[in-house]
């Protein structure tokens, strides 16, 4: 099991930056990957960014330059830096842990409100 409890959401004005945590229960070295996955309104939930529990980073093209994944293992905990922020990034951000044994298993934080004004 895994739980995560996410922060860092918020209003900003366009070209604004935020900062989301995701701090993990358990050791981040021993969860495979972690990410965040955004879901606007009348949009399906989409991938934003994700590392492996080796360092390995994965961007979303429409975030590409823009968003910063980063892990601080000592506190169990994946930053998301998000600068240069547009309207279109508005959305539920929502954190992900998989962890595979037999089978994958995801867990997902409560979601954190980013709205981004133009």
């Known amino acids: 099991q895994v739980h995560l409890e996410e922060s860092g959401g918020g209003l900003v004005q366009a070209g604004g930056s935020l900062r989301l945590s995701c701090a993990a229960s358990r050791s981040i070295t021993s969860i495979d990957v972690m990410g965040w996955y955004r879901q606007a309104p009348g949009k399906q939930r989409e991938l934003v960014a994700s590392t492996t529990s080796v360092g390995a980073m994965n961007y979303a093209d429409a975030v590409k330059g823009r968003f910063t994944l980063s892990r601080d293992k000592a506190k169990n905990t994946v930053y998301l830096q998000m600068n240069s922020l547009r309207p279109e990034d508005t959305a539920v951000y929502y954190c992900?842990?998989?962890?595979?044994?037999?089978?994958?298993?995801?867990?997902w934080g409560q979601g954190t409100q980013v709205t981004v004004a133009s």
């Open positions: 992900n842990a998989i962890v595979v044994l037999t089978s994958r298993n995801d867990y």
